[in-house]
């Protein structure tokens, strides 16, 4: 079964400073890697994906992140964090190795990050 | 949050009672599911439907029901049988195509329900 996981409940990080929300999932075939960003009583909003190709994908506001097989880890970054980035991160995966199902997407805990001036 | 609409923004269920969330979508999507989040636990699926006039169980059905009658809505239910409604319920879409493991799922604003 698919599975996605946000080891950090929260992280804490000055405006200014780079940023990383790590992410690990598994899966039992190709991983397709989702990150959101939700504001308080919001939504999801779509930042980025990854499907196929350059392991580094770069999405909206200025964020990254970085598909790492090896580790299977999809952390998300961002060279110089905003008090306005301030919001729940998810990541969530699709498991290309299963059939059938619907586009059934899993997500992690979510993880609040928290910038400070 | 584009072209989904979620009305109530907020609801409040007297116990015994039923009530429908409305989830309304105009980006002529095929696909179109239902999240309950909680505080800590992520997002988990209710309901999901990928055409009209049928739909399947998530991993958290019970107590709930759906109807998907119009490509552009798919409203959600939450019946006396759900012992535990108060949450935040989220409802998405995405256009299934053949290569359908890459579809961005998009979200609507979302409901509160609060139970009185």
């Known amino acids: 079964a698919q599975s996605v996981a946000q080891p950090e409940d929260q992280v804490n990080v000055a405006e200014g400073n780079p940023l990383t929300v790590k992410c690990t999932y598994s899966?039992?075939?190709?991983?397709?890697l989702f990150w959101y960003v939700q504001y308080p009583n919001r939504g999801l909003q779509f930042l980025l994906k990854?499907?196929?190709?350059?392991?580094l994908v770069k999405g909206s506001y200025g964020f990254e992140a970085e598909f790492n097989k090896s580790q299977t880890s999809f952390h998300l970054k961002k060279p110089s964090a905003l008090v306005s980035d301030s919001a729940l991160y998810f990541c969530a995966v699709r498991d290309g190795g299963v059939t059938g199902g619907g586009n059934k997407l899993t997500f992690g805990t979510g993880t609040q990050l928290k910038v400070e001036l | 949050d584009g072209g989904i609409t979620q009305s109530p923004k907020y609801l409040f269920r007297k116990e015994g009672q039923n009530v429908t969330l409305s989830c309304e979508q105009n980006l002529n999507h095929d696909a179109m599911y239902w999240y309950r989040q909680d505080p800590g636990q992520g997002l988990r699926l209710i309901y999901y439907?990928?055409?009209?006039?049928?739909?399947q169980k998530g991993d958290i059905a019970e107590g709930y029901s759906v109807s998907r009658e119009k490509k552009e809505s798919f409203p959600l239910t939450v019946t006396s049988a759900q012992k535990n409604p108060t949450a935040f319920y989220l409802c998405?879409?995405?256009?299934?195509?053949?290569?359908?493991?890459?579809?961005?799922?998009?979200f609507g604003p979302g409901t509160r329900l609060l139970v009185l």
């Open positions: 998405a879409t995405d256009q299934r195509g053949l290569a359908g493991k890459g579809e961005t799922q998009y």
């Open positions: 899966v039992s075939g190709n991983p397709y």
């Open positions: 990854y499907i196929t190709g350059d392991n």
């Open positions: 439907s990928q055409i009209v006039n049928d739909f």
